[in-house]
T-cell receptor
Framework: GAGVSQTPSNKVTEKGKYVELRCDPI?????LYWYRQSLGQGPEFLIY????????DSGLPNDRFFAVRPEGSVSTLKIQRTERGDSAVYLC?????????????FGPGTRLTVL | DQQVKQNSPSLSVQEGRISILNCDYT??????FLWYKKYPAEGPTFLIS?????DKNEDGRFTVFLNKSAKHLSLHIVPSQPGDSAVYFC????????????FGTGTSLTVIP
């Protein structure tokens, strides 16, 4: 079956621009997570959805970052007024339910480069 | 503040020998631990996990050991194969935190044929 997919795979933008990153989770998975991985680091949690609602957005670095999941499936991570420090790989993961021991399945990521 | 640490950024092992990857954590509330494996240009894939009520979990060539008193876990791969060459991330979680994982910085394993 299809895994988690993310588009685009690469995004190059200029400082100050707005970007949207898309995640298609595994069909039927109710929980969806966004992580950010900077060079030489492990993935860092940004936000997690249970269904349509953001259950925990404590990892979002500031109010330039926002994510939605309007129909409980596809999610979009939105970054306003991008800065060079936003350059990273943005990873999306989904799990069947939002239990602590539920395996999170990751997509390949979107590599964002802010010039 | 890095709550999960992998102090060895890289490791090289001969094919057929044992690979031991280490991970330390600081938060005593962590009670579930995982290892993920990542190939270039792909997302991390789940490898093996362990709950804090156990001290060992085995799955084929992969065994994870947990030492709660030392806040340390390790992943043993035996025998190592060239296809095991990847970056390995240790991750941890604790209850009532929205199921977010806290990841280490990764260890790049190279298995030499």
């Amino acid at each position: 079956g299809a895994g988690v997919s993310q588009t685009p795979s690469n995004k190059v933008t200029e400082k100050g621009k707005y970007v949207e990153l898309r995640c298609d989770p595994i069909s039927g998975h109710t929980a969806l997570y966004w992580y950010r991985q900077s060079l030489g680091q492990g993935p860092e949690f940004l936000i997690y959805f249970q269904g349509t609602g953001a259950a925990d957005d404590s990892g979002l670095p500031n109010d330039r970052f926002f994510a939605v999941r309007p129909e409980g499936s596809v999610s979009t991570l939105k970054i306003q007024r991008t800065e060079r420090g936003d350059s990273a790989v943005y990873l999306c993961a989904s799990s069947l339910i939002a239990g602590q021991t539920d395996t999170q399945y990751f997509g390949p990521g979107t590599r964002l480069t802010v010039l | 503040d890095q709550q999960v640490k992998q102090n060895s950024p890289s490791l090289s092992v001969q094919e057929g020998r044992i690979s031991i990857l280490n991970c330390d954590y600081t938060n005593s509330m962590f009670d579930y631990f995982l290892w993920y494996k990542k190939y270039p240009a792909e997302g991390p894939t789940f490898l093996i996990s362990i709950s804090s009520i156990k001290d060992k979990n085995e799955d084929g060539r992969f065994t994870v050991f947990l030492n709660k008193s030392a806040k340390h876990l390790s992943l043993h791969i035996v025998p190592s194969q060239p296809g095991d060459s990847a970056v390995y991330f240790c991750a941890a979680s604790y209850p009532n935190t929205g199921n977010q994982f806290y990841f280490g910085t990764g260890t790049s394993l190279t298995v030499i044929p």
